[in-house]
């Protein structure tokens, strides 16, 4: 046996104690590969020409290496430890500084190789995974399979370096102790810090304080509590917790039942060990949840906004416009040029001042509309004297209740009517205050075109049929008509601009988004489960103590339910809450950003995620328990 | 009370192993019995499978006129800790649990009012001299008083059958006398009926009995008489007739 096979074998036959490890550091390596294949599809890589995109790109990446650094190290210095009492065998039996140190580096290499083997073999199985979900969540256009080269080559280079790294740190947790305290392994003493009633107070005061301010409108005051809550759910799962906990086991007839005795001083000491671990998962996962909620967000606003531009460019040209024609054919120019096909609009349009609201309506032909309705194949609402037809509703809230108008030097008001076709918008909202575009009757139009104090102007509509090269279009038009919005004689808009960056940015969007969250997801829970299984030994033995004096297997497994609950329940809670609180204040500051249903999806998905990692988690780890009593 | 009939234990696997062969004992009411034989003798598989923890192959276990292998799992976990104390080499306390709470633990797990378990508590932990341990942790407390906490825990449901493992194996000398004074007392009090595995001749002289196995068979058998010292001696002889390994052969420490 050659040194080389000595630290084969020490890891191949202690498989199960390097197992956590390994399969961690396996993890961060397939989701790093994952997101730098993403990054790299070929569908995705010509939208990140854009610098923030690539900006955010490199962002997520270095993000995810810095993160599994840290869990990398943290995962190392468990185990590290967890292994001291071998690392004193092998010094008595003589074992150099040096070897130690060697033997340490070639198991690292063996399982960062190990590792980033079994993270990208795994990684590409996902991807293709991936790729189908992801085409499927987003809609349209597939994304193909493709062979990530590229993403291997900087996956292997980037956690070749980090594993190298790895060894010399990992001899540093050991390298310090003295060799008696490496081989007696003391049993840890519990440390039972204090928790004080003038913290928790505090702590308290500010956890209420700062969910109140969810419901007022003050920014200034939120950005406060923004900050404060931080030391209340610190000062809560440090001090306040501990003392509910200390309280309920004063109650015997509570803490003296069943197994609410092994439950509850089980439960006490987690919290007070783990605190500040706690404390971070809130954080982690408040950050997951608001993830979830901003994709889920983008998801039913990307089925809301395709209908709600009915003309993806369009022109509006007062009547006395010298630069109308140019600027006509200019459009075309570049919509030829650009290959996008469409159809045209030509439509007269009025444009009055009516009270009593003193809103700016435009006003178009009941001939304009039926060949709209025709193009549109819908159906048509017929139209009486003394009426207009609501064809867009405008941007005012208020508008909604309005039912009629009346039009400045016309002396009867005109009655309001909803289309009978309301799911589509005909026409756009056009500038100024409110901005809808009513129908009114030939006559009536003939009528008012007389109106001194209204004005004429044309209205072109180009719709698309084709928009592959949509984004170039609108940025050439922007070249050629200057800034978007209204000129002296004419305003025009890109108004699918920002449809088109939905349509476009989502792959980016979704896909930084849908990593970040998996990440933040799992990095909680399998910290979680670090927790857990590192304990897992002492806790095999506790176990079986716990059975041979007569515990049920069901009263054991109400334990480790227990457990697991506690761990990944009581930071999910907290974290729900703070994102409930931060959307309320946001949906009162801004009523129209958000809805009700994505949140409330988003937060049943965040809930049935965190079910399925606790589930996983309590199976896998009562399995253990399970086979030992056997 | 206690009837062994002809217990045979197998353990298979790649190479079967046969622990325990055509093994008869019977055990009376409130006697205190010690088990002794060189390692590997199926001292504690003996244990194991009276204790109801591992399956006898073969054979027969009545614990009070019942046997026990008949019950359903979880019938059997309630009949281990309510006819069954145990007490471990390793002492097994929760960790997570005060002195006191791992005492009660087997009464809280019956579901007994909590005044009576107070009650038992104090009681306990007055005979067994660790009153004053009653709320420490038990990183903080001796070897020896954990072990005494371990028995207490053992005999607080009152069972029918206390059984011990190796209870001085890792204690010192002195602590070890104390809890065998401990067990002497209980047995003599209570009236409980004991069976104790053990490596250790002073623990054994405590017996009313003792036990010899050797390879899974009977070997022997002493009865205590009037002296525990001329007792002793009996049993170092068995042990050198035994031929145990050296590590059996302890040097006379009385």
Known sequence: MNFLQFAFNNVKRHARKYAAYFFSSAFAVMIFFLYVAFSLHPKILPSTVNEIVSGGMTLGASSIVFFSFIFILYSTAVFVQARSQQFGILTILGMTKRQLRFMLFLEFSIIGVGSILTGTVTGLVFLKLFLIIASLAVGGSSMTFYFPIEALKTTAITYGILFIFISPLSYLFIGRQPLMELLTVRRRKLRFRNSSYIFATIALCCLIWSYVQAFRKDIGTFLIAFMVIHIGLYGLFRHVLPIIMRWMKKIRSLFWRKTNLLKLSETELRIRENGLMFYLLTIL????????????????????TPNKEPFQLYYVSNLNNPKQDTHIQYIEQSLKQTGVTYSKQRIPLLRFTTTPENYVDYFM?????????????????????????????????????????????????????????????????????????LVITDSLYKELAANTAGESMTFF??????????LTLFALVEKGLGQEGVQDRYQYSLAAYYEYLFQQMPYIVIFIGLFITAVFFTAGASFVYFKIYSDLNKDLVQFRALYNIGVSIPELYQIVKTRVVLMMGLPSLFAILNSAGLLLFIKQQDDTM????????????????????????????????????? | MLQVRNINKVYSGRKAFRALT??????????FVGIMGPSG?????????????????????????????KLRKNKLAAFRRQQLGFVFQEFHL????????????????????VSEMEERLSSIIQKLGIKDIRDNSIFEVSRGQQQRAAIARAIIHRPSLLLADEPTGNLDSKASRHVMETLQQINETDRTTMMMVTHDPIAASYCHRVIFIKDGMLYNEIVQGQNRSAFYQKIINAIALLGGDANEFSTIRV
């Open chain 1, 285 to 304: 996962w408040t950050i997951t949840c608001l993830c979830v909620v901003v994709l889920v967000s983008i998801r039913f606003l990307m089925d809301v």
């Open chain 1, 365 to 437: 032909r009941y001939q304009d509309y039926v060949r709209l309705g025709e193009f549109y194949k819908s159906p048509i609402t017929p139209l009486q004297e003394g009426e207009a037809l609501w064809l867009s509703r405008g941007k005012e809230n208020m508008a909604k209740n309005r039912t009629s108008i009346q039009i400045p030097n016309h002396s009867s008001s005109l009655q309001l009517l909803k289309p009978l076709d309301t799911k589509k918008n005909w026409m756009p909202e056009l500038r100024g205050k409110n901005g809808s575009v």
């Open chain 1, 461 to 470: 509509g180009y719709q698309f049929t084709n928009s592959n090269n949509a």
């Open chain 1, 594 to 630: 958000f809805k009700w249903l994505p949140f409330i999806v988003s937060f049943v998905l965040f809930i049935l995620i965190q079910t399925c990692f606790s589930l996983i988690l309590r199976k896998r780890y009562w399995a253990h328990i399970e086979n030992s009593l056997k």
């Open chain 2, 22 to 31: 055509d093994l008869s004992l019977t055990i009376r009411e409130g006697e």
């Open chain 2, 41 to 69: 003798s199926g001292k504690t598989t003996l244990l194991n499978v009276i204790s109801t923890i591992d399956m006898p192959s073969s054979g027969q276990i009545l614990i009070n006129g019942s046997n026990p292998y």
């Open chain 2, 94 to 113: 929760i960790e997570t649990l005060t002195i006191g709470e791992n005492i009660i633990l087997p009464l809280t797990l019956d579901g007994v009012r």
